[in-house]
C-alpha cells in the first residue's frame, strides 16, 4: 500500500507536468470544460458520532449498550507523521479519485479513513448478561434489565481506532459559483450520493483482555455529501467538505481467535474534510482549425 500511493503521487505530478508542457493553452476550454478529466485527491476529516446502541455476543457474554456516546481520534499534527508515508494511516485521512461524464457530472471511488472510539468515562445503560463464572469478582456479572451504568475503561474500551473505514462509490454533481473573465479560475458547489462497505479494524479490550483484530468487512453504508471547491488552471483544485451517513455494522470482530464473537451497531457519523487535488487527462477542446475540417 506505501509502495502503491508513493506511486500513485509521482505518477500524477509527471502526468500533470507532462501536459501543462505540452499541450497548447487554446486546446483546454477552461475550468468550465471537465468532461473526460480524471481527478485525484488527498485530505484529511474530523468526524462526529450520535448516539448509539451495540450489541455484544462471545463466551461468556450476550449484551446491548445503549445511548452510547463516541468521538473520533484525530492525530496531532506533526509533519514527522502527516508528510511520512510510512505512518499514512495514523492520521484521519480522504482519498479518492474520479473521471468526470460531462463537464458538471463525475463518479468515484475513494477511502474516508475515519477514527471511531466509545467515550472513555460516560453512563450509559446495560442490557443482557454476563457470566458471573468467568468473570467472577468483576464489576458488572449476571444479568441486567435496562440497568444504567458508568462505563469506564476497566469495564471495557472498544474503538474502531485503525479504521472506521468507509470504502465508497460516489455520484458527484457540481455547479458553477463564481468564474473569473479567463475562465481559467472558478468557485464551484459539488454535492455527491455514497454508497459503499464499511472495513473496521477494531481494537476491543473487555474487563483487561485486548483483542486487536484484523481489517475485515463488518457492513454497509450510505451517505450524503456537499462543499466547495476552488479551481484554478487545468490541474489544480482545493475543496472542503460535509458528510452525513449511517453505517449498518452487522459483523464487528470482537476476538480474531472466536468467530462466534462477535458485535452489531449502527452509528450516523458526520464528517467534516478538506483535501487538495489535481485533474488530469482529457477535458481538451478541438483547435479552430481542426473543426473546420
Not at 470482537?254 to 468467530?259: A, I, P, S, T
Amino acid at each position: 500500500m506505501k509502495n502503491l500511493l508513493a506511486f500513485l503521487f509521482v505518477f500524477m505530478g509527471i502526468t500533470s507536468f507532462a501536459q501543462s508542457s505540452t499541450e497548447p493553452q487554446s486546446s483546454w476550454g477552461g475550468v468550465s470544460d471537465r468532461k473526460g478529466q480524471n481527478y485525484f485527491y488527498w485530505g484529511y476529516n474530523r468526524a462526529s458520532y450520535l448516539r448509539s446502541y451495540i450489541h455484544f455476543k462471545g463466551d461468556g457474554y450476550d449484551f446491548e449498550l445503549k445511548e452510547v456516546s463516541a468521538t473520533d481520534m484525530p492525530a496531532k499534527f506533526d509533519p514527522n507523521v502527516y508528510l511520512n508515508i510510512k505512518y499514512f494511516s495514523v492520521p484521519q485521512f480522504n482519498v479518492r479519485f474520479g473521471r468526470f461524464i460531462t463537464d458538471q457530472f463525475s463518479v468515484s471511488v475513494g477511502w474516508d479513513h475515519m477514527k471511531y472510539r466509545l467515550t472513555p468515562t460516560q453512563s450509559c445503560i446495560l442490557n443482557g448478561y454476563i457470566d458471573t463464572t468467568k468473570y467472577a469478582g468483576q464489576q458488572y456479572t449476571g444479568d441486567f434489565n435496562n440497568q444504567q451504568i458508568l462505563y469506564t475503561t476497566s469495564f471495557m474500551d472498544f474503538h474502531h481506532s485503525n479504521g472506521f473505514n468507509f470504502i465508497r462509490a460516489a455520484a458527484e454533481y457540481r455547479a458553477p459559483v463564481w468564474k473569473d473573465k479567463t475562465n481559467k479560475y472558478g468557485l464551484y458547489m459539488w454535492c455527491s450520493g455514497n454508497l459503499g462497505i464499511f472495513l473496521p479494524w477494531t481494537d476491543f479490550t473487555f474487563y483487561g483482555e485486548r483483542h486487536l483484530n484484523w481489517l475485515h468487512v463488518a457492513g454497509w453504508g450510505w451517505s450524503a455529501s456537499s462543499g466547495l471547491r476552488f479551481e484554478a488552471g487545468k490541474h489544480f483544485f482545493a475543496q472542503v467538505g460535509a458528510q452525513f451517513g449511517r453505517s449498518y455494522l452487522g459483523n464487528i470482530m470482537l476476538e480474531d481467535g472466536d468467530k462466534n464473537a462477535r458485535a452489531q451497531q449502527s452509528i450516523t457519523f458526520m464528517e467534516r474534510s478538506w483535501s487538495i487535488g489535481t485533474y488530469f487527462g482529457g477535458g481538451k477542446k478541438k483547435h479552430s482549425a481542426d473543426q473546420s475540417k
